[in-house]
């Protein structure tokens, strides 16, 4: 057997297409026998005319064809890890990986995750080898990522990936395929690209290149999510170099860049919501790898020969140790990043460009009257009841802003504000943060969404009547409030199990019945009110993630 026959023939046979058919069956019906089930599949196939005709859906049922396809779980990943076998002499097996091998996509137009569980599995680079040392190179649309990505490679001999670029790559080659069509769509207005999608790309990319001493990566990771999938998947970054830069100066390069070369990505709307993404990502990430001691913050606004300068001394003492040591800018100003201080540029300056653009901050009768417009949504649950989770789905379902209160306050204590300060001190203290201060952080968040989305679901709040009542004076009434009904039980298994794989030792049996017995003391006044105003919907969380969500989708459906 040559070194190619096992990659030929999986790709010939369509197994893994007819390995994705039959554990999405499984994953959803949950056989007795599954042996006789996958009997009975198999038979279907034959039927069928062979495994080139199985889709993701094939097993599900007619009656089920608008369920998303069953990807996500650990037992498919599981499944695909022992597909070559040890025995199997494939040429790659020593690096524990596989090179790019794009004959093995599962193309689906409802499945935007590719390969992602198959290419998971391996390893990127040779783990019997030092890997080549990583930069990557993160900062706001405009900040100058692409040029200083460019001279460090060449600095340095490294290897240059411009993330962005591979998208767009993909994007143009593939024009007419409905995934990367709406992938397309999705960066045009200015939102990130599927995680999935983007990594496996970065994998892929990688994997050409194994052999390279460093690799300079431009433009990711986006968000902390984004930043653990890379360290999971692919290795721990040697260097991050964070190019600051205000607004008002990302602005200007933007609107520049636009009229020269006219990138689809650099339409006014989509310049808008990247910049505030970027503005509610930014200080997060950067705290994430601050706290690893990998990141290195630079001031983006000056000249650039500058910047380099500044950037070529911090590599030569953080890779290169052996060089005179040189010092360089390590800490982050955080007034690059956040609209604070006396005379600093909001992103409302650049929306005020244009009308269909809300600006920054509202007064509390112009915040209420553009509510009416848009659609308000609770999500409430207990710990571990999956709200989070089913935000993010519904949020990405129906074009809403995801808000999470607690994610609100986290980001605020990285402030330099007064308010920031005042919360700082409070927790220090051991007294809970006041109403007044959490719906002033909410208003903020909602503003500066305002005209840029469906509505806004959020997740976690209200916790008691009188945060309700609050909310709804000085902002509105929720249009849907749903409620995660979950056992104490199971949500207590749920949070204990999920701690110990944290390592959290100090989370308890004990200490989560307590947490239980507040939130529903809280949580009862509450449903009763939203019960007699015909607002509330309870869905049962203790069902898969899957039912759950259709369940979600259901009372939904009704606003939109």
């Not at 933007?254 to 808008?272: C, M, S, V």
């Not at 010092?327 to 650049?350: K, Q």
């Not at 207990?382 to 607690?406: D, F, I, M, R, W």
Request: proline fraction near 6%; charged fraction near 30%.
């Amino acid at each position: 057997m040559n070194s190619t026959d096992p990659k030929e023939y999986l790709t010939r046979r369509e197994i893994p297409q007819l390995f994705e058919g039959l554990l999405n069956g499984l994953m959803y019906y949950r056989p007795e026998d599954p042996v006789d089930y996958l009997e009975s599949c198999l038979q279907k196939v034959r039927e069928l005319g062979g495994s080139e005709k199985v889709k993701w859906d094939t097993f599900v049922g007619p009656d089920k064809r608008n369920l998303p396809p069953l990807n996500g779980g650990q037992a498919r990943r599981s499944f695909f890890r022992n597909v070559l076998p040890e025995s199997c002499n494939f040429p790659y097996r020593r690096y524990d990986r596989l090179p790019p091998i794009h004959q093995f996509s599962i193309e689906s137009d409802t499945d935007l995750s590719e390969t992602a569980e198959l290419i998971e599995e391996y390893e990127v680079f040779d783990p019997s080898r030092p890997h080549p040392k990583i930069i990557l190179v993160i900062g706001g649309p405009g900040s100058g990522k692409g040029t200083q990505s460019l001279k460090i490679a060449e600095r340095y001999g490294f290897e240059y990936i411009s993330v962005g670029e591979l998208l767009r790559k993909k994007i143009h080659n593939t024009s007419s395929n409905r995934k990367w069509s709406l992938i397309a769509k999705i960066i045009t207005t200015g939102e990130l690209a599927p995680q999935e999608t983007t990594i496996t790309e970065i994998k892929q990319k990688l994997m050409q290149i194994p052999d390279s001493e460093g690799i300079v990566i431009d433009g990711f990771p986006r968000d902390v999510a984004q930043a653990l999938s890379f360290e999971d998947q692919i290795c721990t970054p040697d260097l991050v170099v964070f190019l600051a830069c205000d607004n008002h100066k990302l602005k200007e390069r933007l609107l520049k860049r636009a009229e020269q070369q006219g990138r689809p990505d650099d339409n006014l709307k989509a310049i808008q919501r990247r910049l505030m993404n970027f503005k509610q990502n930014a200080v997060p990430l950067v705290s994430y790898f601050q706290e690893k001691g990998l990141i290195i913050t630079f001031d983006a606004d000056r000249d650039e020969e500058e910047v380099f300068d500044d950037i070529s001394a911090a590599v030569d003492n953080k890779l290169f140790p052996a060089k005179e040591p040189v010092a360089g800018p390590s800490e982050l100003d955080l007034s690059l990043i956040l609209d604070a201080g006396e005379g600093a540029e909001s992103t409302s300056d650049f929306e005020d460009q244009s009308e269909d653009i809300a600006p920054h901050s509202f007064g509390d009768d112009y915040l209420r009257e553009e509510l009416k417009k848009t659609k308000v949504i609770f999500v409430l649950g207990g710990p571990a009841s999956g709200k989070g989770s089913q935000c993010e789905k519904l949020a990405h379902k129906y074009n809403l802003t995801y808000v999470y209160v607690a994610d609100l306050l986290q980001n605020e204590l990285t402030a330099t504000s007064e308010r920031s300060k005042l919360i700082k001190d409070l927790m220090q203290h051991g007294n809970p943060v006041p109403m007044d201060i959490i719906l002033e952080i909410l208003k903020d968040s909602i503003s500066s969404s305002l005209g840029s989305t469906k509505g806004f679901l959020l997740d976690g709040f209200p916790c008691e009547l009188r945060q309700a009542e609050e909310f709804e004076c000085q902002l509105c009434t929720p249009h849907l409030v749903l409620y995660l009904d979950c056992p104490a039980e199971i949500m207590t298994t749920r949070v204990v199990r999920r701690s110990k794989v944290s390592h959290r030792n100090e989370v308890t049996t004990e200490n989560v019945k307590r947490r239980l017995q507040i939130f529903y003391q809280g949580m009862e006044p509450l449903l009763t009110y939203y019960e007699t105003k015909a607002l509330l919907c309870k869905v049962s969380a203790e069902r898969s993630p899957d039912q759950v969500f259709l369940q979600l989708c259901t009372s939904m459906d009704s606003l939109f």
